[in-house]
């Protein structure tokens, strides 16, 4: 599975850079450039509009159909990599999109696109993305699933989608959508607009969502994270029965909290509550220098243990809040006698723990 990077190389990537479901292994995604326009649309759900004022990791309202060289870099990927199916995401559908650009996305050699699309109901898409570009992308679909394979994202959100997600499910497979992708709003303590869903909402989605499935066809994906809120996340692997020889403790997000302790049962695991997001936010990869450290400040100073990471929270050499990853595992030595290494994935912490001796 790869990105196809805006200088035109394959970079290697695994499903947790994605949405963390399991995709095809031939899988070739186009994210945006950086010559990408603007979106279109001002969501209240848009995670770049509630994020904290500290925040470092800086990402432009830009859509991926909004860029001029998207077809010369499908193109390049067709001619040069034939054997690997092209997806385009991060596109809302509501700028750079008609009959023409179609055809054109088409003859570029486009496979598949990953469209934020939320709700089939125009009016209610129109003021969820608060866009009145939003209703005209509706009209569109079925003629681009007839073009190509389609997933619709839908970001929950209460008032908007929730109520009526199995007709919205049904309005999509007579388009022909192939593949629906049900997201929880994410809520940080910056978003006034909405509200998270209550686990009674999340369980109703999940039955008529997977329900509406098996009567007509669509797939239904239930990602890692909507999972997790049910309590249901769970990996096929472990438990891992170690037990590290010197103080070592994993540190990770409250959602993934409960199915690592589960995996790794005689290995302390420290939930780290994301107090610089706020809200319901839980996930491993957002997770923050100064929560970390804060969280490290609560256990016990030892001569020489071991702290494990997510590899996730760390966005080039950086995290969301700033830190570079040499500050923060300086910081964690000094201060606490931990060293710190990190796993992108559970099944990599037994090889961590050898590899540093550990075990």
């Given amino acids: 599975m790869y990105e196809f990077t805006e200088d035109f190389k394959l970079r290697r990537i695994t499903k947790y850079e994605l949405d963390g479901v399991d995709e095809r292994d031939d899988l070739v995604v186009i994210p945006p ?45 067709s001619e040069h990599y034939p054997e690997l199916w092209i997806r385009v995401t991060d596109t809302a559908g509501n700028v750079g999109l008609d009959k023409k650009r179609i055809e054109s996305l088409w003859k570029a050699g486009l496979d598949e696109m990953q469209i934020s699309v939320h709700t089939t109901k125009k009016e209610r898409r129109i003021a969820l993305m608060r866009s009145p570009l939003a209703g005209r992308l509706i009209d ?73 499935g098996r009567e007509t066809g669509i797939r239904v994906v239930i990602p890692p994270i909507f999972k997790a809120l049910l309590g249901e996340f769970r990996l096929d692997i472990g438990p891992f029965e170690i037990e590290p020889e010197m103080p070592t403790y994993i540190l990770t997000g409250e959602l993934a909290y409960p199915e ?68 923060l595992v300086s910081r964690i030595l000094v201060e606490k006698g931990y060293i710190v290494e990190s796993a992108l994935e559970p099944v990599e912490i037994p090889r961590v723990l050898e590899k540093v001796g550990a075990v």
């Fill in 140 to 212: 569109l679909l079925p003629l681009v699933a007839e073009t190509f394979r389609v997933i619709a994202d839908i970001i929950l959100t209460p008032g908007y989608n929730v109520d009526d997600i199995g007709e919205i499910i049904e309005d999509l497979a007579s388009m022909g959508v192939a593949e629906v992708r049900l997201f929880p709003v994410g809520v940080t303590r910056y978003n006034r607009d909405v509200r998270p869903l209550t686990r009674d909402e999340l369980i109703f989605v999940k039955e008529t969502a997977l329900d509406v």
């Fill in 260 to 327: 690592l302790r589960r995996i790794f049962p005689r290995i302390p695991v420290v939930a780290v509550k994301n107090e610089f997001f706020g809200g319901n936010i839980g996930t491993a990869g957002l997770l923050t220098g100064r929560d970390v450290l804060r969280t490290v400040e609560k256990l016990p100073e030892v001569d020489l243990g071991l702290i494990l990471l997510p590899e996730l929270m760390f966005y080039g050499d950086r995290t969301l809040d700033g830190f570079t990853r040499e500050e």
């Fill in 33 to 77: 450039s950086s010559k990408a326009g603007p979106c279109g649309s001002y969501c209240l759900f848009c995670y770049l509009r509630q994020n904290p004022p500290e925040m470092i990791y800086k990402v432009s309202f830009h859509d991926t159909l909004n860029d001029p060289e998207l077809e010369r870099r499908i193109a390049y990927v």
